[in-house]
């Protein structure tokens, strides 16, 4: 059975008139018979029963009508979906993200990507930075937003957005009430710091700054988890670190763990947003993304001042 031959049939069905039908289609009569009659060979029954007054569907005609619609109609849908993807307003974006990209970045992009793409649906992961790269390296995931420059020419990527870092201790520590704490007290007290590869951008910032001021850090545990760093610091007296985002959202949480950010100076360590995508020209729909973002950026987040996209490759 013919696609071709589906669509003769509903032609003929619905004008009921063969030379209408032909014309229809930009077919002959004669082509549009043969159709008629392929059909019904194929099925082993009759469809349309014609005089030299009258084109009727037979009962089986009528009952295959209904059927013979829903699969036109299906190819129809079939098709405009196709078309619809490969001009990117359908399908799916996958997005990895950290903490503060979810604060700062997301909110604004995913309204402009629906308003401007509501069929488009967006995936999204919460990760850390050395996960989300691997996963964007693995094809896991179309875009990433994550800490540091990429140090690959896999990737391309743009600036969004720097940071400061703050210390996290809990509330009975004895930074919890300053307004801010020198860079170089930490070689007083013990620290949670993270494994590189969870997050070398971070990593590197954190000892720089240690180095920067002369001191070596306690490191007295490594923990990959921004929560179980959370409430280590809450019932112990160590200091962990985190970005100003996640630490004035801690610091603002309603019962439980309530961790107490602590902004830290001389020097205050830096760390900046890209987003992340794999080198080459981005698909229609990861440049879309890349377009929703620059048109709601520049972005700003606590205690550092908005900067524009910058666009590099590595």
């Not at 070689?187 to 910032?205: K, N, S, T, V």
Request: hydrophobic share 45%; proline share 7%.
């Amino acid at each position: 059975m013919e696609f071709r031959h589906l669509v003769s049939f509903l032609a003929i069905a619905e004008e009921l008139h063969f030379g209408r039908a032909a014309a229809r289609l930009h077919l002959t009569q004669p082509s549009l018979s043969q159709q008629l009659q392929r059909l019904e060979r194929t099925l082993g029954v009759e469809l349309v029963a014609r005089t030299s007054h009258e084109v009727r569907l037979t009962s089986a005609g009528r009952a295959f009508e209904v059927e013979a619609r829903a699969i036109v109609t299906q190819m129809d849908k079939a098709a405009l979906s196709a078309r619809e993807a490969a001009a990117g307003r359908t399908g799916t974006v996958r997005v990895g993200y950290n903490f503060p990209a979810g604060q700062h970045i997301l909110p604004a992009t995913l309204a402009r990507m629906h308003a401007e793409l509501p069929d488009v649906t967006v995936r999204l992961e919460e990760k850390r930075t050395g996960p989300q790269l691997q996963a964007l390296a693995d094809g896991d995931l179309d875009i990433a937003l994550v800490y540091g420059r990429p140090v690959t020419s896999d990737f391309q990527y743009r600036r969004l957005l720097r940071l400061p870092m703050v210390a996290v201790v809990g509330p009975g520590h004895k930074w919890a009430g300053r307004p801010g704490v020198p860079f170089a007290e930490l070689a007083q007290h013990p620290c949670i710091l993270f494994g590189r590869e969870q997050c070398p951008a971070m990593y590197d910032a954190i000892l720089s700054a240690a180095e920067r001021t002369g001191i070596r850090l306690n490191v007295a545990h490594v923990v990959d988890d921004p929560g179980a760093t959370g409430i280590l610091v809450s019932v112990k007296p160590l200091v962990g670190f985190a970005s100003a985002s996640r630490g004035v959202l801690a610091g603002a949480a309603a019962g439980g763990v309530r961790p107490v950010p602590v902004p830290l100076y001389n020097p205050v360590p830096m760390i900046d947003l890209y987003v992340v995508w794999r080198d080459g020209e981005p698909n229609r729909l990861q440049a879309a993304f890349l377009d929703c973002i620059d048109a709601v950026g520049p972005f700003e987040g606590p205690g550092a001042e908005p900067r524009a996209a910058e666009v590099k490759s590595a």
